[in-house]
Nanobody, 128 residues
Framework: LQLVESGGDLVQPGGSLRLSCGAS????????IGWFRQVPGKEREGVSC????????YYKNSVKGRFTIARDKTRKTVHLQMFSLKPEDSAVYYC??????????????????????WGQGTQVIVSS
């Protein structure tokens, strides 16, 4: 599964961006999707995820109320809508996919070891 992220840009503090994650020739309907981010010199951290079934979501505390993860109506793309962006949100953002089985299909975790397929990342810079 080749994931592709898009939507990264330079934005002023307080601004908004919508990141998209898709896979050419595939829908993401049958995958748990996670969004992660990484700043140079720091470890990659989980931001948000959505479960494989029922679209249950989970967010890193620092983005709760500002970021929203959602599948689009075609189920081919997963978006990360980001509002009230802060300079500390600047990073390369990656989406990742997983296919958990059993009860784990109902929830997701911000643990990158859960995810086997990754995109190349899209750069978000929040700066005035």
């Amino acid at each position: 599964l080749q994931l592709v992220e898009s939507g990264g840009d330079l934005v002023q503090p307080g601004g908004s961006l919508r990141l998209s994650c898709g896979a050419s020739g595939f829908t993401l309907d049958d995958y748990s999707i996670g969004w992660f981010r990484q700043v140079p010199g720091k470890e990659r951290e989980g931001v948000s995820c959505m479960s494989r079934i029922d679209d249950n979501t989970y967010y890193k505390n620092s983005v709760k109320g500002r970021f929203t993860i959602a599948r689009d109506k075609t189920r081919k793309t997963v978006h990360l809508q980001m509002f009230s962006l802060k300079p500390e949100d600047s990073a390369v953002y990656y989406c990742a996919a997983a296919q958990p089985e059993g009860p784990e299909r109902l929830f997701c975790r911000l643990d990158e070891t859960d995810y086997g397929d990754w995109g190349q990342g899209t750069q978000v810079i929040v700066s005035s």
